[in-house]
Structures are given as structure tokens and as C-alpha cells.
């Protein structure tokens, strides 16, 4: 094969959907692959409807997502006289033309085909007028009116447009600026792409696209149109279905690698696996498993594979991708190994980033006020004496492993005649303020001695007091 050179073109005019990251990730999967080059290029031709903060917005949802690009970013806005030169170049061919019809009368002809119930199409006035470049003319692409364009798709098998039903596409506005269906073929002949990984909403262009190819006598790249991406009602995936912009999924405390496992099995299978590592995605990805059916979202799916991921982790590496999430809830300046036992005891219980920042709270600030319907419940008359007893028992400890601590508690129940929860939940309640937390023997070896002293007590004089 020749060198694959992929690329990913996104049009600036909002953030990174996911369906935008599902087509950055085949391609950058495709040329890990083959040891190839993935570029990015900044489709910026429409002035009007792109804008600078989203092109700063993609760049970093796909380093975010680790889809790092070899190349790049191009951006069309910086190549005009690139379109201007290819344009030269098919005028002179004889493979476009200039054209003179006004706006407002190519927009009413539009509406009349439409009124008649018809696919407005450009009649071809100009087409044979001989009209030269001047001020307010429009270049044309000749389009042959007979023939097939067929090609071989890389994912969805052979495909062909009768070219009677293409019009004479504009490649240069009047404004002199290149359309998308010219920008992108210039762009990917000069830039020797190999190989076009895009949604399948692209397909009507690609005949278009082709012609251009076959006028500049250029080789034609493989095209491979992926099936799009649909919410679970089958309709259009939109916010609707929970499906939100990539950086969305960062700030709700998803792995960059969850997002990427995930999208990489929306329309590509290896098997029946699920759960890949990124070497095993670069290994094994390849076109010829890609579907030809939409596929749909699920995100009870996406939390459930992040929440294998927050278990796989090892703990250290964890911790360091939560300090952010703890900051945003105000915890600061952690020591690294207190927040790795921290995680540990929490992880299998999350299935996110922010919940786990939420969960890991109690371990950093004072638990009070404790949450009311617990200490109601909990921090009673009754459980004072049973704290005293808890309290004394583990200023004894002689150490906090998860052997002295069953023991002692299961000791001081037999001693008091309580139930062991009746001595449990009292405790949790002074150490985390609500009823449901790790293993109490967890919470007591990370938060250590002291604290759980000084917390125990705490609890006591709440007791008093109410
Ligand atoms: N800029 C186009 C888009 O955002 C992509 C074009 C292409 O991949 O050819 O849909």
C-alpha cells in the first residue's frame, strides 16, 4: 500500500460532537495502523459561521482524547491562492466556466423547481456563454451530463450517481472563495491523502468531489463512508440522548480512553470484545469490519465502561487524573499518597470522575454537618456510650490493618451486647457524615488515628449539644 495519509477536516462552526470524534478516531485508528500520517485541516472557508474559539476547542478535545495529529492544523483560510491556482487550472482545461447569474435570480428559479415539486438544480445558462474571469462572476465546474461516477467504497461497497443528476457546481464564489466540495478535493490531492474516512452524510458529495479529481487528471484516494451515529430512538443523535459535546464529557469526569473504547465500537467490531486497550484499538482496527448500519448510543454504556476503567486504573494514576475534579469542589494541595489510598477505597463504588471528587470529600474536610437524616438516626444518646467504647478501643490499637479493626469491632460488639451495625453506623456517620461509605475498617486506615479520634469526639459533643 501506499503511505496511508488520513485526515480529519472539521468546519469550525461549534465544538467537537461526538460524532465528530467517532470520524477523528477511525481515521487516526486507520493510519496508527498502518504506521501512516494523520493530519489535521481547519475547513475555515465560511467566514461567517466559523469562529477562532471553536477551532481552539477541537485541537483540544482531541488531545484530550490522546488523537494526536502528525501534521497540521492546515487551515483553508491560509491557502486561497492554492484554490485560485487549481481554479486557473480547470478554467483553462476547459473543465469550468464563469457565471454571471445573479443571486436573486438563481435563488427564485430555486424556489420555482421547488414550487413545481422538483430538486432545483443550476439550468446551466452560462455553461456554454464563453463568459471570462471578471468582478462578480462565479467559477463553475463543468459537470459531464452523461455517464456514471461510480466508485468502490472502502465500507459501504460499490456506489454510483448518474451525472445527469449533478449540476454545475460553484468552485469559486463570487466572493473568491473556494466551495467545500473544491477547498476539500485541492486540499486532499495536495496534501496526498490516501484514504477518506467520513460520515456517510458526505456520500452525495463524494460523485461531486470525484469529477473534480478525474478534470485535474489527479489518482483518486479510497473513500470509506462511516455509518452515522444514532440516538436510541433511531432519530438524528443530538443533546436529546444525552450526547454532548467531547470537552462535556471531560468536565463530567469520563475517561479520555472511555470515549475512545466507545466510539471505537460504535460501527466497528472485533469480535464480540468490548473492552480494548488503545494498543489493542491500533492493532486490531480495519475498514473491512466496519458496518454498514447506523449505530446507536447508549449511554447507560458509556458510564458502565467508565466505570470499568475507574476500577482498572491503578490507583496512582487515578488519583493524579482527580486532582482537578477535587479542586473544582475547592480541596487543594493533596499529598499524592493520602489521595492514592483515598481513590482505592472508592473507585469500584463510582462511575465517574466527579462522583468519585464528591465521594472522596468526606476525607479531606470535617464531615459536619453531617447529613441530617443520619445523625438523626445515628448520633443518638444510645450511641454515645458505644463511641466512648469505640474510641478507647482504638487509642489501644496497635495498628489499623484490616485484621486488628474487624477484630476489635467485632470484640467490642460481643462486649456491649450490640449488633455490629448498631456500632458501625454511629461511627461512619461521625467519620463521613452520611450512612453509606466505603468499609468502615477502609475509612479508619486512611483517615488514621487522630483524626478519627478527633472526629469520634466531635460526634460526642454533637450528641450533647442537640
Ligand atoms: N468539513 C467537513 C465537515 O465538517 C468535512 C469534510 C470531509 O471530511 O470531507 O463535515
Same mark, same amino acid.
Given at each position: 500500500?501506499?503511505?496511508?495519509?488520513?485526515?480529519?477536516?472539521?468546519?469550525?462552526?461549534?465544538?467537537?460532537?461526538?460524532?465528530?470524534?467517532?470520524? =477523528?478516531?477511525?481515521?487516526?485508528?486507520?493510519?496508527? #495502523?498502518?504506521?501512516?500520517?494523520?493530519?489535521?485541516?481547519?475547513?475555515?472557508?465560511?467566514?461567517?459561521?466559523?469562529?477562532?474559539?471553536?477551532?481552539?476547542?477541537?485541537?483540544?478535545?482531541?488531545? %484530550?482524547?490522546?488523537?494526536? %495529529?502528525?501534521?497540521?492544523?492546515?487551515?483553508?483560510?491560509?491557502?486561497?491562492?492554492?484554490?485560485?491556482?487549481?481554479?486557473?487550472?480547470?478554467?483553462?482545461?476547459?473543465? =469550468?466556466?464563469?457565471?454571471?447569474?445573479?443571486?436573486?435570480?438563481?435563488?427564485?428559479?430555486?424556489?420555482?423547481?421547488?414550487?413545481?415539486?422538483?430538486?432545483?438544480?443550476?439550468?446551466?445558462?452560462?455553461?456554454?456563454?464563453?463568459?471570462?474571469?471578471?468582478?462578480?462572476?462565479?467559477?463553475?465546474?463543468?459537470?459531464?451530463?452523461?455517464?456514471?461516477?461510480?466508485?468502490?467504497? &472502502?465500507?459501504?461497497?460499490?456506489?454510483?450517481? /448518474?451525472?445527469?443528476?449533478?449540476? /454545475?457546481? *460553484?468552485?469559486?464564489?463570487?466572493?473568491?472563495?473556494?466551495?467545500?466540495?473544491?477547498?476539500?478535493?485541492?486540499?486532499?490531492?495536495?496534501?496526498?491523502?490516501? #484514504?477518506?474516512?467520513?460520515?456517510?452524510?458526505?456520500?452525495?458529495?463524494?460523485?461531486?468531489?470525484?469529477?473534480?479529481?478525474?478534470?485535474?487528471?489527479?489518482?483518486?484516494?479510497?473513500?470509506?463512508?462511516?455509518?452515522?451515529?444514532?440516538?436510541?430512538?433511531?432519530?438524528?443523535?443530538?443533546?436529546?440522548?444525552?450526547?454532548?459535546?467531547?470537552?462535556?464529557?471531560?468536565?463530567?469526569? @469520563?475517561?479520555?480512553?472511555?470515549?475512545?473504547?466507545?466510539?471505537?465500537?460504535?460501527? %466497528?467490531?472485533?469480535?464480540?470484545?468490548?473492552? @480494548?486497550?488503545?494498543?489493542?484499538?491500533?492493532?486490531?482496527?480495519?475498514?473491512?469490519?466496519?458496518?454498514?448500519?447506523?449505530?446507536? @448510543?447508549?449511554?447507560?454504556?458509556?458510564? %458502565?465502561?467508565?466505570?470499568?476503567?475507574?476500577?482498572?486504573?491503578?490507583?496512582?494514576?487515578?488519583?493524579?487524573?482527580?486532582?482537578?475534579?477535587?479542586?473544582?469542589?475547592?480541596?487543594?494541595?493533596?499529598?499524592?499518597?493520602?489521595?492514592?489510598?483515598?481513590?482505592?477505597?472508592?473507585?469500584?463504588?463510582?462511575?465517574?470522575? *466527579?462522583?468519585?471528587?464528591?465521594?472522596?470529600?468526606?476525607?479531606?474536610? /470535617?464531615?459536619?454537618?453531617?447529613?441530617?437524616?443520619?445523625?438523626?438516626? @445515628?448520633?443518638?444518646?444510645?450511641?454515645?456510650?458505644?463511641?466512648?467504647?469505640?474510641?478507647?478501643?482504638?487509642?489501644?490499637?496497635?495498628?489499623?490493618?484490616?485484621?486488628?479493626?474487624?477484630?476489635?469491632?467485632?470484640?467490642?460488639?460481643?462486649?456491649?451486647?450490640?449488633?455490629? *451495625?448498631?456500632?458501625?453506623?454511629?461511627?461512619?456517620?461521625?467519620?463521613?457524615?452520611?450512612? =453509606?461509605?466505603?468499609?468502615?475498617?477502609?475509612?479508619?486506615?486512611?483517615?488514621?488515628?487522630?483524626? *478519627?479520634?478527633?472526629?469520634?469526639?466531635? &460526634?460526642?459533643?454533637?450528641?450533647?449539644?442537640?
Amino acid at each position: 500500500m501506499v503511505q496511508v495519509r488520513t485526515r480529519f477536516s472539521p468546519s469550525p462552526t461549534g465544538a467537537l460532537h461526538l460524532g465528530g470524534a467517532h470520524t =477523528a478516531l477511525f481515521n487516526w485508528l486507520f493510519s496508527r #495502523h498502518h504506521g501512516g500520517v494523520f493530519i489535521l485541516r481547519i475547513e475555515d472557508t465560511d467566514k461567517e459561521r466559523s469562529q477562532e474559539k471553536f477551532v481552539v476547542e477541537i485541537q483540544e478535545s482531541l488531545q %484530550w482524547l490522546g488523537l494526536f %495529529w502528525d501534521e497540521g492544523p492546515y487551515r483553508q483560510s491560509a491557502r486561497l491562492s492554492i484554490y485560485r491556482e487549481f481554479a486557473r487550472r480547470l478554467y483553462e482545461a476547459g473543465a =469550468a466556466y464563469y457565471c454571471e447569474c445573479e443571486p436573486e435570480d438563481l435563488e427564485a428559479r430555486r424556489q420555482a423547481a421547488l414550487a413545481r415539486g422538483e430538486k432545483p438544480r443550476y439550468e446551466g445558462r452560462c455553461r456554454e456563454r464563453g463568459l471570462g474571469p471578471a468582478p462578480h462572476r462565479a467559477l463553475r465546474f463543468k459537470t459531464p451530463q452523461t455517464g456514471m461516477t461510480v466508485w468502490q467504497d &472502502a465500507i459501504k461497497g460499490v456506489i454510483a450517481f /448518474d451525472n445527469q443528476e449533478l449540476d /454545475d457546481l *460553484v468552485l469559486l464564489r463570487v466572493d473568491g472563495l473556494p466551495t467545500y466540495n473544491f477547498a476539500v478535493v485541492v486540499d486532499d490531492i495536495t496534501m496526498n491523502i490516501s #484514504h477518506i474516512i467520513r460520515g456517510e452524510d458526505h456520500i452525495p458529495n463524494t460523485p461531486r468531489q470525484i469529477l473534480i479529481y478525474e478534470a485535474l487528471g489527479s489518482p483518486l484516494p479510497v473513500f470509506a463512508h462511516m455509518p452515522l451515529m444514532l440516538g436510541k430512538d433511531r432519530g438524528k443523535l443530538s443533546k436529546r440522548h444525552g450526547a454532548l459535546p467531547v470537552l462535556a464529557y471531560r468536565e463530567q469526569g @469520563f475517561l479520555p480512553h472511555t470515549i475512545n473504547n466507545y466510539l471505537a465500537r460504535l460501527g %466497528w467490531s472485533h469480535g464480540d470484545q468490548e473492552l @480494548f486497550t488503545a494498543e489493542e484499538l491500533i492493532r486490531y482496527f480495519s475498514l473491512d469490519q466496519v458496518g454498514k448500519s447506523p449505530s446507536v @448510543f447508549d449511554q447507560e454504556k458509556l458510564l %458502565w465502561m467508565n466505570s470499568h476503567y475507574l476500577k482498572e486504573m491503578p490507583c496512582p494514576d487515578l488519583a493524579r487524573i482527580l486532582v482537578p475534579y477535587l479542586a473544582q469542589i475547592g480541596i487543594d494541595s493533596i499529598a499524592p499518597d493520602y489521595l492514592t489510598q483515598v481513590v482505592a477505597t472508592l473507585r469500584t463504588r463510582v462511575k465517574t470522575l *466527579v462522583e468519585l471528587a464528591t465521594a472522596a470529600r468526606f476525607y479531606f474536610v /470535617d464531615p459536619r454537618p453531617y447529613e441530617a437524616k443520619a445523625a438523626e438516626k @445515628f448520633l443518638t444518646p444510645r450511641a454515645a456510650p458505644l463511641l466512648r467504647e469505640v474510641m478507647r478501643a482504638l487509642a489501644a490499637a496497635p495498628d489499623l490493618s484490616e485484621a486488628t479493626l474487624s477484630r476489635m469491632l467485632q470484640e467490642l460488639a460481643a462486649q456491649t451486647g450490640e449488633k455490629l *451495625v448498631n456500632l458501625a453506623q454511629p461511627v461512619r456517620v461521625a467519620l463521613t457524615g452520611r450512612t =453509606a461509605s466505603p468499609s468502615l475498617t477502609e475509612v479508619i486506615a486512611v483517615l488514621g488515628k487522630n483524626e *478519627v479520634l478527633q472526629r469520634i469526639e466531635n &460526634a460526642l459533643h454533637f450528641i450533647e449539644k442537640n
